[in-house]
């Protein structure tokens, strides 16, 4: 698994040029145990979409975390990561921490005048009143307007905004990455992102989020993933990013090096596991994010 702390030009990138604090390129020598989260902007407030995936330094094998009510909420994950605050904890979320901005000065042109992410997550949270911190909403009122949901929209093109990430990740042949405000198709990360929006807002600021805060030298720290990075680093080509099963992700952990873990596929089931009620579909999904 691989953070976009490994260097400037990860997911999160420009909204560091917005921000008052500036980040640093310091990488953090204290965190000792990491936690990748699947994330969902699904409507509702139960979300089987949700996964959360947890191990410690060295080669033990990743845990899936059981839900504590048997499905994840994105207010359980909220609480999980307040609980943990002061643990030195690595979480890697698969949304986008916020718009673009420096292309058009703006994440939401003529509406408003936010111009760092923090007031961004503040304005989407003030204004969304779906259960559960979801956003769908938020998009829906905003069709056409900043938001592509369909034909009836307009032109697709004119809603596709990048973040300079973004933007260097396709221009170097990474793939494509998907833009905030495209809200339609299994690809989209629209609804996804602006629901972490908020979480983000309700967990400020009791853990730092980088790039937009420097990294901790104790205590917990989020960081947006973008799980394609992993998958190409990991030696895996082009259309499939997706893993199957145990034997596979051993593989691909294997093609990171040494220090990675062995895969879920070698986990006992056990408490802290839900691997037996989740099956195989859902190994990948919760240590990769896809």
Not at 96 to 122: H, I, K
């Amino acid at each position: 698994m691989r953070s976009t702390m490994d260097g400037d030009t990860g997911p999160s990138a420009e909204c560091a040029a917005s921000t008052s604090t500036p980040p640093t390129n310091e990488v953090p020598s204290h965190f000792t145990r990491f936690a990748a989260i699947d994330w969902s902007g699904a409507k509702g407030a139960r979300h089987p979409g949700i996964a959360l995936a947890i191990c410690d330094e060295g080669r033990a094998a990743p845990l899936l975390v059981e839900p504590p009510r048997g499905v994840w909420s994105r207010t359980d994950i909220l609480h999980w990561l307040h609980d943990r605050a002061d643990d030195s904890l690595l979480v890697g979320f698969d949304f986008s921490f916020s718009a673009p901005f420096l292309d058009r000065g703006a994440y939401l042109p003529g509406e408003t005048d936010a111009t760092d992410p923090r007031a961004l997550w503040a304005y989407v949270d003030r204004h969304s009143s779906d259960a559960d911190l979801g956003a769908a909403s938020f998009l829906e009122t905003r069709r056409g307007r900043h938001f592509y949901l369909g034909a009836a929209d307009g032109v697709k093109a004119h809603f596709m905004h990048y973040r300079r990430c973004e933007q260097q990740f396709n221009a170097n042949g990474g793939g494509k990455a998907s833009t905030v405000y495209d809200a339609i198709g299994a690809a989209q990360v629209a609804k996804a992102s602006f629901a972490g929006m908020r979480l983000l807002h309700h967990l400020d600021p009791a853990i730092p989020v980088w790039p937009i805060d420097p990294p901790p030298r104790r205590g917990a720290c989020v960081v947006e993933i973008y799980t394609t990075i992993a998958a190409r680093a990991a030696g895996i080509r082009k259309g499939l990013s997706k893993l199957r099963d145990g034997e596979a992700l051993d593989l691909a952990l294997d093609g990171r090096g040494p220090v990675y873990p062995r895969a879920v596929g070698h986990v006992a089931v056990g408490p802290g596991s839900v691997l037996a009620s989740r099956g195989a579909g859902g190994i990948e999904e919760a240590l990769l994010g896809q």
